[in-house]
């Protein structure tokens, strides 16, 4: 009889006791424990099983579970008598930072005191322990979210040493989600206050801490060595690359299709695999997303489990208000095509902004793009990755998210998108001055806004729209070579072509340049729209689609004129 399946179940000992869907992991204690790293940071995406791991590990491990080692019979590490000799032999410190998301560095400080506080309250014991003097139990009594920083930073070090002394064993630390303040106080503006109290937490917690035994830390990105870790020599550090634990986290092919047919859906193969495959950790490809799968074996049908458990909030940002080239590059991979950056595995946030290698790096950690290949740069000494969207599950996520950002000024972008394809110009200039108007700074509220930039970020922002809304009509591309020049957008229909020819098609293709205007050279917009046009033409950037079978008949050329939020639209 198949197992009941769990949704959002965290806790391994409830897991384990309701006989609720689950496959054994266990062996990851095995393997972090022979690897005899003193401090182990892992990274993968999100939903993949680190938190229920982490919580494995402090049930088999910590002294407060000690003689409850029979849950695990059953299970792999189980298996050997020396790791059943370990179980609960070790004081451990289990904390999680996954709470900590609020928009100001004072708020989310004082959720951070108040996260320390409530893990003090666990070891009120220590008040009553002779081996601690009354400056010490003082110290106890004072940890609260109105401590000051000092006390903070030196809280789990500190505890750390009374849990010695009362146990007389070093002391296991267990960090789950270390990354998600850093996060966002990125997204916040407070990346600076956060990151300094973060790097004197963890050197008194992992540098400085001669009670500490071992300590395992998880998040999505492998924050940069300079911003938090520089005082960790030791850190060994775990990410989608690495061989080690390559299988511990997320579902292996053989776990999946095992569990397809434990619930008698072995017919579901390829669809499963089509939308919730795609990861890579190490050389073990074939990697399943383990919160879509435990979804889909509950409902049985296929959904955007995984992409729908947060805001993907950081993501939109960095998207939208990304320049020119991470827009061209958004639309090439949701078209199907693969992108060849430089990838490094340290996130370095203050560099978000500026460098576009570092979000295609943060992107591949946490899971939106998978590496398809990968070798090193000899020139640059950089590693050169092939990268694709992960599977069919990510890809909707983002065709989501493009079409969210229209959704402000909603019936009226539909209308645009009407108007475009019945060539109704007059409406064309209505609907997208609307458009404009409700979504034109959107695009462009970063750190650093500028009115320079702010319709090319805009225009290309809405040409993704476009290429989501038309995708199952027209191939859509922007600022291609053609001709004499660069065009902005060209639609190309899809029906009718046949080896490159057009045959038959009953759609015209479309040409749209977007220019601003510039006061030196054009008296208005009507002339920045008419000098849009007149490139289109002397650059001939219909060529490309006359050498695909368009007559010029066949061929619709718009000219967009922006000045500030207004928008006037030309055609020929």
Not at 45 to 50: A, E, L, S, Y
Not at 438 to 452: A, C, H, I, L, Q
Request: hydrophobic letters at 35%; one cysteine or more; glycine letters at 6%.
């Amino acid at each position: 009889m198949a197992r009941t399946v769990g949704i959002g179940i965290q806790n391994f000992e409830k897991l384990i006791m309701e006989n609720s869907f689950y496959l054994d992991k266990t062996d990851f204690i095995r393997q972090w424990w022979e690897n005899r790293d003193d401090v182990t940071l892992i990274t993968r995406p999100r939903r993949f099983g680190k938190t229920l791991n982490m919580n494995m590990l402090e049930r088999f491990l910590s002294k407060e579970y000690a003689g409850q080692g029979e849950i695990f019979k059953g299970l792999s590490i189980w298996e050997d008598e020396k790791y059943r000799n370990l179980q609960g032999t070790y004081p451990v410190i289990s904390l999680s930072f996954a709470g900590i998301k609020l928009s100001s560095f004072d708020e989310a400080r004082k959720s951070l005191f108040y996260l320390i506080e409530k893990l003090y309250n666990r070891y009120e014991f220590l008040l009553k322990d002779d081996s601690l003097n009354e400056k010490e139990k003082d110290f106890i009594k004072n940890i609260s979210v109105n401590m000051d920083n000092y006390s903070a930073i030196s809280s789990l070090g500190t505890l750390s040493e009374f849990l010695y002394r009362y146990y007389g064993k070093k002391v296991i630390i267990l960090l789950d989600e270390y990354d998600t303040p850093l996060q966002e106080a990125w997204m916040y503006g407070y990346w600076k206050e956060m990151a300094e109290f973060i790097r004197g937490l963890f050197n008194a917690t992992f540098k400085t801490n001669p009670y500490l035994e071992r300590a395992v830390m998880t998040g999505i990105t492998r924050v940069s060595r300079e911003s938090i870790f520089s005082d960790l020599n030791h850190l060994a550090v775990v990410t989608s690359t690495s061989e080690m634990y390559a299988d511990c986290f997320g579902f292996t092919e053989d776990e999946v299709f095992s569990a397809l047919d434990e619930y008698g859906m072995q017919d579901r193969r390829t669809d499963v695999k089509r939308w919730y495959d795609g990861f890579t950790f190490g050389k073990c490809r074939d990697i399943y997303n383990p919160w879509s799968i435990i979804n889909y074996l509950k409902t049985g049908r296929l959904a955007t489990y995984w992409a729908n458990t947060s805001s993907n909030g950081l993501v939109d940002k960095l998207i939208r208000e990304g320049s020119i080239d991470i827009k061209i590059s958004m639309e090439n991979l949701l078209k199907g095509e693969h992108l060849y950056k430089e990838v490094d595995e340290q996130i370095i946030f203050d560099q978000l902004d500026a460098d576009e290698n570092a979000i295609w790096s943060l992107f591949l950690a946490s899971g939106y793009l998978k590496a398809e290949s990968c070798e090193l740069n000899e020139e640059t000494g950089a590693d050169l990755y092939e990268l694709a969207l992960t599977n069919k599950e990510v890809q909707i996520m983002f065709q989501k998210m493009i079409r969210k950002w229209f959704t402000r000024s909603g019936i009226v972008y539909n209308g645009f998108i009407k108007a475009l394809l019945q060539d109704d110009v007059k409406s064309m200039n209505a609907y997208m001055n609307r458009v404009a108007l409700s979504t034109f700074s959107y695009f462009d509220s970063g750190k650093n806004p500028s009115v320079e930039t702010q319709p090319e970020r805009f225009y290309h922002g809405f040409v993704l729209g476009l290429s989501v809304e038309l995708a199952d009509r027209y191939i859509i591309t922007s600022n291609r070579e053609s001709g004499f020049g660069r065009y902005d957008v060209m639609m190309e229909p899809k029906n009718g072509t046949g080896n490159g020819v057009i045959d038959n098609c009953d759609r015209t293709a479309i040409i749209i340049e977007f220019k601003v205007r510039d006061s030196d050279e054009e008296k208005s917009l009507e002339d920045t729209a008419d000098a849009a046009l007149k490139q289109i033409e002397e650059q001939r950037y219909q060529a490309d689609l006359e050498s695909r079978g368009f007559s010029g008949d066949r061929i619709r050329k718009y000219g967009f004129a922006f000045e500030g939020k207004q928008v006037l639209i030309k055609s020929i």
